[in-house]
C-alpha cells in the first residue's frame, strides 16, 4: 500500500489469561513503522483481560468496556472525540471523582452505559449536581448497584436526557 500515509485504527481484544501480554513491547514495536499509538490492557475477575491497541491521535466516537484503569484523563485529552462510552469493571467500583472525570473529559459524550454490580465505597451524599453531561441523550444502566442508579439520575445535571 504505497499511497497510505495514515492508518488511524483502535483494536480491541479480549484474551484469555491476559498477564502475559508486556505493553512496552506493544509500544516499541510502533516505533519502526513511525506510527504513534497508545496501548491499555485491563483484567476482569473471569481470568480473561482486554487489550485495547489504538493509533494517536485517537480519532474515534466510541470506547467499549472501559474500567477504571483506562487512561481517560490524561494531559493530551485524546479521547476528545468520544460520543459514546460503555462503562464495565467487575473489580473496583466507580466512584463520584470518576464520573465527575469523565464528564470534564468527554465533554462530547451522547450516550453512556455503566456495567458494574458493585457497591460504591464512598458515597457522595451532596446533593449538587457537580456533574454534568450536557450533551448526554441516552443513559444506559444494565447489570448495575442501585448506588449508580442514585449518583447519575438524582446527583448529576442531565439536561438533554428526556
Do not use: W
Amino acid at each position: 500500500m504505497p499511497n497510505l500515509f495514515q492508518f488511524d485504527f483502535h483494536i480491541r481484544s479480549i484474551l484469555k489469561n491476559a498477564d502475559h501480554i508486556e505493553l512496552d513491547k506493544i509500544r516499541q514495536s510502533s516505533i519502526q513503522y513511525k506510527q504513534s499509538i497508545d496501548c491499555t490492557i485491563d483484567y476482569f475477575n473471569n481470568q480473561y483481560g482486554q487489550c485495547q491497541i489504538y493509533s494517536l491521535p485517537f480519532i474515534g466516537t466510541r470506547l467499549d468496556f472501559i474500567s477504571n484503569q483506562f487512561p481517560l484523563f490524561n494531559v493530551e485529552n485524546r479521547f476528545s472525540n468520544v460520543t459514546m462510552l460503555i462503562l464495565f469493571d467487575d473489580i473496583k467500583p466507580f466512584v463520584h471523582v470518576f464520573f465527575q472525570r469523565v464528564a470534564r473529559t468527554l465533554l462530547r459524550l451522547k450516550v453512556l452505559e455503566v456495567v458494574n454490580l458493585l457497591e460504591q465505597e464512598e458515597k457522595n451524599s451532596a446533593t449538587n449536581n457537580s456533574i454534568e453531561f450536557h450533551y448526554l441523550t441516552t443513559l444506559i444502566l444494565h447489570d448495575i448497584h442501585a448506588d449508580y442508579v442514585e449518583q447519575l439520575l438524582c446527583r448529576t445535571y442531565l439536561p438533554c436526557l428526556i
